[in-house]
């Protein structure tokens, strides 16, 4: 059972540039999370998403960003016109739905290995 | 949500036991609290949770004393390998719900 996937891995962007942040769920979980790390810091909420449905975007920043999770594919983390503030690690994890016998009810979460974004 | 405080940093040596404790003075009746290990350039992976008392697994053990108001990660004779940030987290068992991060405490093993 692959894990969850995050691609491109390493992503480099100009100023101004938009910037496209994939990640495939772990098989079987229907909820998305998607977290940013700045330098030498913990990591920050940033979205919640179900299939086609934004569950909590409290984290995320009201202007540039959006995210989407569509029924087909993974979802996507989409940053317009970056600033080299949104330089930073992006991580996605993702996890089984409530009514999955595996829940537990524990805060586990299983993350991706991150997109490291450098805006230049 | 409770907040941590953890230690920012911790020196130890291959072999020992290593113990990261970490203070939550306001933790509420329902929170539980949870550990989570990251290695550099990779996302953090789930280590342990509890509630109260100790819980063991293969990879380490949670000692929570009655108040709650602290809990300490140990670490039974770390490699090497050890060498990573690790996260205290307090909250409640509701799943599907974005986790709070803190700044974790960076572990480095020597040889």
């Known amino acids: 059972n692959a894990g969850v996937m995050q691609n491109p891995r390493h992503l480099v962007r100009r100023r101004g540039q938009e910037a496209r942040l994939r990640c495939s769920p772990m098989k079987g979980h229907s909820h998305v999370y998607w977290y940013r790390q700045l330098p030498e810091e913990g990591l920050k909420f940033m979205v919640y998403?179900?299939?086609?449905?934004?569950?909590?975007e409290s984290g995320m920043p009201k202007e540039r960003f959006s995210a989407e999770f569509p029924k087909e594919g993974p979802s996507i983390l989409r940053i317009q016109q970056v600033v080299r503030g949104d330089s930073a690690a992006y991580f996605c994890a993702s996890s089984p739905s409530s009514r999955s016998k595996r829940t537990s009810g524990t805060h586990e979460q299983y993350f991706g290995p991150g997109t490291r974004l450098t805006v230049t | 949500l409770a907040k941590t405080t953890q230690p920012i940093s911790m020196d130890s040596y291959e072999g020992q036991e290593v113990n990261i404790t970490c203070s939550h003075n306001n933790i509420a009746t329902n929170d539980y609290i949870t550990w989570y290990q990251q290695f550099p350039s990779q996302g953090p992976r789930f280590i342990i949770q509890?509630?109260?008392t100790k819980v063991t697994n293969e990879v380490a053990s949670l000692f929570i004393p009655a108040d709650r108001k602290s809990s300490t990660l140990s670490l039974p004779r770390v490699s090497l390998s050890d060498t990573a940030v690790y996260y205290c987290?307090?909250?409640?068992?509701?799943?599907?719900?974005?986790?709070?991060f803190g700044s974790g405490t960076q572990l480095t093993v020597l040889p």
């Open positions: 998403l179900q299939k086609e449905n934004i569950i909590d």
């Open positions: 509890g509630y109260k």
């Open positions: 987290l307090v909250g409640d068992r509701t799943p599907l719900r974005q986790l709070t």
